[in-house]
């Protein structure tokens, strides 16, 4: 089944980054990683 992670935008922007996700929300930067059942967030740059 897929994996959804919620967040509170639409993501614009990802890309990999360091073997992890780096995603634009609005204008949030994030960086997440890969859990059991969704991407955690890791850090996060408002």
Do not use: H, S, W
Request: proline share 9%; charged share 30%.
């Amino acid at each position: 089944f897929p994996r959804q992670t919620p967040v509170e935008d639409v993501p614009l922007a990802i890309a990999p980054f360091q073997g992890r996700v780096l995603v634009g929300v609005g204008k949030l930067l994030r960086i997440y990683d890969m859990g059991k059942k969704k991407l955690l967030r890791k850090c996060e740059n408002k």
